[in-house]
């Protein structure tokens, strides 16, 4: 099959993915809403910037902009999981279209939501008083960061429904998304942690790409040099996890 028809295959997918969007709307608002919501709670809640140099609401953006790139991974998941269930990709494969057209045609709609929340989330952030210093270049240079971080999460999600294959397993496997989450320095300091819980915090991806980012907007905490790492750590995801992913889906059936 050639290249052409197999992106055109791979759009057939996405646009499928987007006409769900119009179909069932709230859900899609839910999952934009619910990032800024977390924002908008540390911010003037719960923040207080611990062991943070400068206005906390500088160090707390990046980190949620981070921070949402891994949260929503379970509609992706979920969403793959009922297609199993469902028999809908047993249909697809018995058609001629390209092999993972059915999971680029969902990886693709998520990325473009995550694109979304971003431009959502850097609004509501510029609304709290946060400001990115670090020039055009820098802000998409970390952005660009951001989606790389996000578009790796997303194939470890689909290879984790691909092998759960049930929606129910994937609601199990989904609170794995939590700790990863909330060990890393979205919301604080490595240096306000006690020593063996702020190495663990060091080494989670997500605090590579936070700090690279930070580092990209002029924001305190952010650290020369971590840009390389917020770039080596979704790569290296992706050779273990798309591969992983692409032959799962292989086999299905088989």
Not at 230 to 249: E, G, N, Q, S
Request: glycine residues 12%.
């Amino acid at each position: 099959m050639s290249a052409s028809y197999a992106a055109a295959d791979c759009w057939t997918m996405t646009r499928r993915e987007l006409a769900h969007w119009a179909r069932q709307p709230v859900q899609v608002l839910v999952g934009l809403v619910f990032p800024v919501m977390m924002l908008v709670m540390f911010g003037y809640l719960v923040g207080g910037g611990r062991a943070v140099d400068g206005a906390y609401v500088d160090y707390l953006v990046p980190g949620m902009l981070t921070l949402t790139m891994v949260f929503g991974l379970e509609a992706t998941m979920t969403a793959v999981a009922q297609d199993l269930n469902k028999g809908v990709i047993d249909r697809f494969r018995s058609m001629p279209m390209a092999d993972g057209a059915v999971l680029v045609g969902r990886a693709s709609a998520d990325m473009l939501q995550s694109a979304v929340g971003l431009l959502l989330m850097t609004g509501v952030g510029y609304a709290m008083g946060w400001r990115a210093d670090g020039g055009p270049g820098a802000f998409l240079g970390a952005l660009g960061l951001l989606l790389l971080l996000r578009f790796a999460m997303l194939w470890i999600g689909i290879f984790l429904a691909l092998v759960a294959g049930r929606a129910e397993l994937v609601q199990a496997v989904q609170i794995l998304v939590w700790p990863l989450g909330f060990l890393s320095n979205a919301f604080a300091s490595p240096a306000s942690m006690p020593d063996w819980l702020g190495a663990v915090v060091e080494w989670n991806p997500m605090s590579a790409t936070a700090t690279a980012v930070r580092e990209l907007f002029g924001n305190p905490g952010g650290e020369p040099g971590h840009v390389t790492a917020a770039v080596v750590w979704p790569l290296l995801l992706l050779a273990v996890f798309f591969p992983l992913a692409v032959r799962k889906f292989g086999r299905l059936g088989k």
